[in-house]
C-alpha cells in the first residue's frame, strides 16, 4: 500500500464542519496479491489499523458477490476503522437504513448522521460485512490535521 500523505488527515461534515474523525494516515490500495491485504477484507475484519485510513481505487464488491450498492458505489472509496470516529456521529432514525443481522449491513444508506443532521456515512458491523466506516464524498471533506491520539471517540456500539 502506499501512504497517500506523510500528513494526518481528518474528517469533517461538509455542512458544519464538525470533526467525524480523529487524525488518520490515508493509505492508497487496489486488489491486487501485491496488495495488504490483497483482497477485499473478510467478515468483521477491518482494512486497517485504528489510525489509519484506506483509499480504494475500485469499487467495493462485497465477499457474497452483492454490490455496489447505490451509497457504496462511489471510486474512490474510504473505509475509516470505526475506532477512529468522534462522538459527533449518531445513529440515523430512519429504521430502513439500520438493517442488519447482529449488527449493521450498512446495505440500504448511509446510517451515521453528523449531530446537524447531514447522512455523513455508512457504519458496516455485521458479521457478514467487513468492520469499517465509509464516509459520503458530498457530504464530508479530508483536511489536513495534526497527529493526535486523544479526541472524544464515539462511544463502543454497533
Ligand atoms: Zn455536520
Known sequence: MTTLEATHM??????CGSNLTGPVLMRL????????????????QAFSDPGTAVRAQEPYVRNVGDGPTPHLGHTPIDFVHPDDLTDTL??????????????????????????CG???????????????????????????????????RRPPKS
Open 10 to 15: 481528518q474528517l469533517r461534515c461538509k455542512h
Open 29 to 44: 490500495w487496489h486488489k491486487s496479491p501485491e496488495s495488504i491485504p490483497s483482497s477485499w477484507p473478510n467478515d468483521r
Open 90 to 115: 449518531r445513529l440515523t432514525e430512519k429504521q430502513g437504513y439500520l438493517n442488519g443481522c447482529c449488527g449493521l449491513d450498512g446495505c440500504d444508506g448511509p446510517n451515521q448522521l453528523c449531530q
Open 118 to 152: 447531514a447522512e455523513v456515512g455508512t457504519l458496516l458491523t455485521d458479521c457478514w460485512t467487513l468492520y469499517g466506516f465509509v464516509p459520503q464524498p458530498a457530504e464530508t471533506v479530508w483536511v489536513n490535521a495534526q497527529r493526535q491520539t486523544n479526541f472524544p
